[in-house]
């Protein structure tokens, strides 16, 4: 498998935000060639979108951006309607209301579609099923069971990596740093919630996850 990375090219689905622009980077050492898609799916703070193409244009990948926006028509959530309080933690009986219902499952497929016309095999995304907030479109068993009803329902062979599944987000800090990339991700991502670029409002759930990883690698690191 790894000389076929080597040798292979990779679509990124790419946010621009932490979890995603650390992927990037890992699919840049690992495949020969990486692209990247970036989607549009009625969220309140697009600026996520030109903030990922600028990060694509300086890392010299391909860029594609696709409008989405059905997504938020279809389903509710805090991250693309204005008039719902987002929660802030994950309710007891419930996903969280930050849960985009569709979105990984909608993103990975048109990615598929993309990369078949492209004759690219490789899918990279940045779920982890470590630090998944309850959004249960993060989970391995969700990934490995979409993974093969895309390779039956377009008769291919693709593979979805996912180098963040089972690390927590200071081993993703810890893995941008040896990426060489972590001042990239600490400052020019978008992560927040409330749309603030770098390091965020500091109180979402969002923010909140990103902070307590970088505060436990920092202090890992500087034992």
């Not at 980077?25 to 600026?47: D, M, N, R, T």
């Not at 990948?61 to 719902?84: P, Y």
């Not at 985009?100 to 492209?118: C, D, H, K, M, T």
Request: charged fraction near 25%; glycine fraction near 6%.
């Amino acid at each position: 498998m790894e000389m076929k990375m080597k040798d292979s090219e990779a679509l990124v689905v790419f946010s621009g935000g932490q979890d995603s622009t650390t992927c990037l980077f890992w699919a840049l050492k690992e495949f020969k060639k990486v692209s990247a898609i970036c989607f549009l799916y009625g969220q309140k703070h697009s600026k996520e979108t030109e903030m990922a193409k600028a990060i694509a244009e300086e890392a010299g990948v391909d860029f594609h951006l696709q409008d989405v926006s059905f997504i938020s028509q279809i389903g509710t959530s805090s991250l693309t309607d204005s008039s719902i309080k987002m929660d802030q933690e994950k309710p007891e009986d419930s996903v969280p209301n930050t849960f985009v219902p569709g979105r990984n499952l909608f993103f990975l497929s048109i990615a598929a579609v993309y990369a078949r016309e492209r004759g690219i095999k490789h899918l990279v995304t940045g779920v982890s099923q470590t630090d998944f907030s309850g959004y249960p479109d993060c989970r391995d068993s969700f990934i490995k069971a979409l993974n093969v009803t895309l390779n039956l329902a377009m008769e291919d062979q693709f593979v979805i990596h996912t180098p963040l599944m089972w690390i927590d987000k200071a081993e993703t800090w810890e893995l941008a740093d040896k990426l060489g990339v972590f001042d990239l991700v600490r400052y020019r991502t978008l992560t927040c919630y409330n749309g603030i670029p770098g390091e965020g409002c500091g109180h979402c759930p969002s923010c909140r996850l990103r902070s307590e990883g970088l505060r436990i690698y920092l202090e890992r690191k500087n034992k």
